[in-house]
């Protein structure tokens, strides 16, 4: 292999950058010329590209986003998009591509691996949500920063006795408000996984803790369950207690990554040019039972995650 091209695609998460240096200097250290593909398969297509170094990614792991930017491509879905992109391939000299997102992300590059072009891929989502891997770029990270925005506001909501209900992202999906809530003893958690009686999960709970002397009462909202202003406001009519609303949004997306990102998308980004240098293709790297492997990409797909009911069940037992 001479030259393999790197690419970031979907929404954009903290590590990604890290994955980007290893990848890069693991194609240095092979003799490979490692060439940044800009705003994903966007910048594939019209070949938006540059050529990097070991250099080009000095210091670059500690910075949130990517510095390939990031970008959905609707062209690239359609056949002439596709075709576009193989003749970039073939005009850049691209023997290979790492395509670092999320499943959306892995589709393309699997279509590219049927047109000939040797495809790695690297999952990224704070999410967490990609079935085929127990970890995904961007999610300690994600996770620490609500955790820290919602520490700050339970200080002011505990001193005021008010009860906080916070969204937290995740995309259709409840890992991430989960694992949050229970780093910030929720009172309860709201994910679409469980469905829940607003009547018993909720305000039952409330009245139970208020009950056992509690002043401050913090809901965790997963992203799209519920309408997090009118379960405020309902809260507040059904147990007049004094609510506020707060959708921490996209600064969880946001911010210098995690020691656990750093290292993991560190590893996945050294573990993916690996991979392609011993002639793998339409894979994804994947980390289970705490080591990488690769998937192929059909199979990838089809896998699904199921939530950690056991972990669910310690959110809600510890949550008296
Ligand atoms: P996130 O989890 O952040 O949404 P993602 O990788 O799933 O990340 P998508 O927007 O679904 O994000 O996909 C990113 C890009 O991958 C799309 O804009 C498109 O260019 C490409 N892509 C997605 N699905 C397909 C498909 N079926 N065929 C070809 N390319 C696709």
Same mark, same amino acid.
Request: hydrophobic letters at 40%; proline letters at 2%; charged letters at 20%.
């Given at each position: $292999?001479?030259?393999?091209?790197?690419?970031?695609?979907?929404?954009?998460?903290?590590?990604?950058?890290?994955?980007?240096?290893?990848?890069?200097?693991?194609?240095?250290?092979?003799?490979?010329?490692?060439?940044?593909?800009?705003?994903?398969?966007?910048?594939? &297509?019209?070949?938006? +590209?540059?050529?990097?170094?070991?250099?080009?990614?000095?210091?670059?792991?500690?910075?949130?986003?990517? $510095?390939?930017?990031?970008?959905?491509?609707?062209?690239?879905?359609?056949?002439?998009?596709?075709?576009?992109?193989?003749?970039?391939?073939?005009?850049?000299?691209?023997? *290979?591509?790492?395509?670092?997102? *999320? !499943?959306?992300?892995?589709?393309?590059?699997?279509?590219?691996?049927?047109?000939?072009?040797?495809?790695? #891929?690297?999952?990224?989502?704070? !999410?967490?949500? &990609?079935? #085929?891997?127990?970890?995904?770029?961007?999610?300690?990270?994600?996770?620490?920063?609500?955790?820290?925005?919602?520490?700050?506001?339970?200080?002011? /909501?505990?001193?005021?006795?008010?009860?906080?209900?916070?969204? +937290?992202?995740?995309?259709?999906?409840?890992?991430?408000?989960?694992?949050?809530?229970?780093?910030?003893?929720?009172?309860?958690?709201?994910?679409?996984?469980?469905?829940?009686?607003?009547?018993?999960?909720?305000?039952?709970?409330?009245?139970?803790?208020?009950?056992?002397?509690?002043?401050?009462?913090? =809901?965790?909202?997963?992203?799209?369950?519920?309408?997090?202003?009118?379960?405020?406001?309902?809260?507040? !009519?059904?147990?007049?207690?004094?609510?506020?609303?707060? =959708?921490?949004?996209?600064?969880?997306?946001?911010?210098?990554?995690?020691?656990?990102?750093?290292? $993991?998308?560190?590893? /996945?980004?050294?573990?993916? &040019?690996?991979?392609?240098?011993?002639?793998?293709?339409?894979?994804?790297? #994947?980390?289970?039972?705490?080591?990488?492997?690769?998937?192929?990409? !059909?199979?990838?797909?089809? $896998?699904?995650?199921?939530?950690?009911?056991?972990?669910?069940? +310690?959110?809600?037992?510890?949550?008296?």
């Amino acid at each position: $292999m001479r030259r393999i091209g790197i690419l970031t695609s979907g929404g954009d998460a903290p590590g990604m950058n890290a994955a980007i240096r290893a990848a890069v200097r693991a194609c240095a250290q092979n003799g490979v010329i490692p060439v940044g593909i800009h705003r994903g398969y966007n910048g594939l &297509i019209h070949s938006d +590209v540059v050529e990097l170094d070991a250099r080009s990614v000095n210091g670059i792991t500690s910075r949130g986003g990517t $510095m390939l930017y990031t970008a959905r491509c609707e062209e690239f879905k359609t056949d002439a998009g596709l075709q576009m992109a193989v003749n970039a391939c073939n005009y850049l000299g691209l023997n *290979g591509i790492i395509a670092i997102g *999320g !499943d959306g992300t892995f589709r393309g590059a699997g279509k590219l691996s049927a047109a000939g072009i040797n495809t790695i #891929c690297i999952p990224a989502t704070i !999410d967490n949500d &990609i079935g #085929c891997t127990h970890y995904s770029i961007g999610f300690d990270t994600a996770a620490n920063t609500a955790i820290g925005a919602i520490d700050k506001l339970a200080d002011t /909501m505990q001193s005021h006795e008010r009860t906080s209900i916070v969204e +937290v992202m995740g995309h259709g999906a409840g890992h991430l408000a989960l694992y949050v809530g229970i780093a910030v003893g929720a009172t309860a958690i709201l994910i679409p996984e469980k469905p829940f009686d607003f009547e018993q999960d909720v305000l039952e709970h409330i009245r139970e803790g208020k009950y056992r002397n509690k002043h401050h009462h913090l =809901i965790i909202v997963s992203e799209g369950v519920a309408d997090t202003l009118a379960i405020a406001q309902r809260i507040r !009519d059904e147990l007049g207690l004094d609510t506020r609303a707060t =959708i921490i949004g996209h600064i969880q997306r946001g911010g210098s990554p995690t020691a656990r990102d750093r290292v $993991m998308a560190t590893r /996945m980004g050294h573990f993916a &040019i690996e991979a392609l240098l011993a002639g793998k293709t339409n894979q994804v790297v #994947c980390y289970r039972n705490s080591q990488l492997v690769l998937t192929p990409i !059909d199979e990838a797909l089809q $896998m699904k995650k199921s939530l950690d009911s056991y972990m669910y069940r +310690v959110a809600k037992e510890v949550s008296i």
